[in-house]
């Protein structure tokens, strides 16, 4: 036997072991990575989709968006804040809202526009036009917050279902990252 064949055999044989063991550690790794992604969704970020136009135009139906679940253990919702919350009419699904009022704030519409503690709300995103009708006003109590869409002539938000606990929020929308067109950040 050559020389050249001699070694040909073992580097076979090495081949096949390290298949093998990977073959081996292959569950292992796909339940580690199954893990490590539940472990990120349930603790850190999640994805969402947007069904309907209430957050128009700052999110439009199909739009994806990701939410840090985290957030709120760090700090507290502050007006502006878009979130993903449960649904507080018992409903099995979650909603997509923006923050306008906190704990302690006076908030209302009137004549279209909204007031919060009789100033006017300082908005640095766009709502839709419309006719929002008089509502309120109303003081948000603590560990609550007061949420609207973007679209308030066409949102069920806290004006439909009362102040929600901030129990309730799920996180803080920070990104559209679907469509690829729209992929931003939320300041």
């Known amino acids: 036997m050559s020389d050249a064949h001699k070694s040909e055999v073992p580097a076979r044989n090495n081949e096949a072991e390290s298949f093998i063991s990977f073959l081996k550690?292959?569950?292992?790794?796909?339940i580690t990575?199954?893990?490590?992604?539940?472990?990120?969704?349930?603790?850190?970020?999640?994805?969402?989709?947007?069904?309907?136009?209430?957050?128009?135009?700052?999110?439009?139906?199909?739009?994806r968006v990701l939410v840090a679940k985290f957030i709120y253990r760090f700090g507290n919702p502050t007006p502006g804040d878009i979130i993903v919350f449960v649904a507080p009419t018992g409903e099995n699904r979650d909603y997509i809202?923006?923050?306008?009022?906190?704990?302690g704030d006076?908030?209302?519409?009137?004549?279209?526009?909204l007031l919060v503690?009789?100033?006017?709300?300082?908005?640095?995103?766009?709502?839709?036009?419309?006719?929002?009708?008089?509502?309120g006003p109303?003081?948000?109590?603590?560990?609550?917050?007061?949420?609207?869409?973007?679209?308030?002539?066409?949102?069920?938000?806290?004006?439909?279902f009362g102040q929600l606990r901030e129990d309730a929020i799920l996180g803080k929308a920070?990104?559209?990252?679907?469509?690829?067109d729209r992929i931003s950040l939320f300041e």
Do not use: C
Not at 117 to 135: H, L, V
Not at 138 to 160: L, W
Not at 174 to 180: A, K, R
């Open 117 to 135: 503690n009789d100033k006017p709300a300082p908005q640095d995103y766009e709502t839709m036009p419309g006719d929002y009708s008089n509502w």
């Open 33 to 63: 990575a199954v893990v490590i992604a539940y472990v990120i969704k349930w603790l850190i970020i999640q994805p969402f989709y947007i069904p309907s136009p209430s957050m128009e135009p700052t999110l439009i139906p199909d739009d």
């Open 174 to 180: 920070f990104m559209i990252y679907w469509p690829l």
């Open 97 to 103: 809202k923006r923050i306008v009022a906190v704990g």
């Open 138 to 160: 109303e003081v948000i109590r603590k560990d609550h917050v007061m949420v609207m869409g973007d679209n308030r002539p066409n949102s069920a938000d806290g004006r439909v």
């Open 25 to 30: 550690e292959l569950p292992v790794l796909i």
């Open 106 to 113: 006076k908030v209302e519409v009137r004549d279209g526009d």
